[in-house]
């Protein structure tokens, strides 16, 4: 079975056709190593490559606010998230809040911060759980 190719990944999730050619190829070279052994993952390999690939464009995103890590604020932004555990915000009538828990979670475990993580995370653990031996 071969690897996602860019077409396929843009196919499955065209909000990313704006991304920098690069760093779409950089991460699918990177879904080429044993992280996605084709035995393992059989027919959803696809699938879980480009939920893989997406999550960690979006996280990118969310982290510069933008495609571009020379964005001014994107520095100061990325300090801030990495130094503090903000778990709400209010802008005018706007409120949000995280559960702490949830925090918890994506403190030690970076595929939880992104809903293409989420679901890349959920089918790792059922597709690559490994070999059970009994005796």
């Given at each position: 079975?071969?690897?996602?190719?860019?077409?396929?990944?843009?196919?499955?999730?065209?909000?990313?056709?704006?991304?920098?050619?690069?760093?779409?190829?950089?991460?699918?070279?990177?879904?080429?190593?044993?992280?996605?052994?084709?035995?393992?993952?059989?027919?959803?390999?696809?699938?879980?490559?480009?939920?893989?690939?997406?999550?960690?464009?979006?996280?990118?995103?969310?982290?510069?606010?933008?495609?571009?890590?020379?964005?001014?604020?994107?520095?100061?932004?990325?300090?801030?998230?990495?130094?503090?555990?903000?778990?709400?915000?209010?802008?005018?009538?706007?409120s949000w809040t995280k559960d702490a828990s949830v925090l918890a979670d994506q403190a030690s475990n970076p595929y939880q911060r992104t809903?293409?993580?989420?679901?890349?995370?959920?089918?790792?653990?059922?597709?690559?759980?490994?070999?059970?031996?009994?005796?």
């Open positions: 079975m071969d690897h996602l190719t860019k077409d396929e990944f843009l196919a499955f999730f065209p909000t990313f056709a704006n991304v920098d050619d690069t760093w779409i190829d950089g991460l699918l070279l990177l879904c080429q190593t044993a992280a996605f052994n084709t035995c393992i993952w059989g027919p959803w390999l696809k699938w879980g490559e480009a939920l893989f690939v997406a999550h960690w464009l979006a996280l990118r995103e969310i982290i510069f606010g933008s495609w571009d890590e020379n964005n001014p604020s994107a520095n100061l932004w990325l300090q801030s998230v990495l130094q503090t555990g903000v778990s709400s915000f209010t802008a005018g009538s706007v809903i293409y993580g989420q679901e890349y995370w959920a089918m790792k653990q059922r597709l690559a759980v490994g070999l059970v031996m009994v005796t």
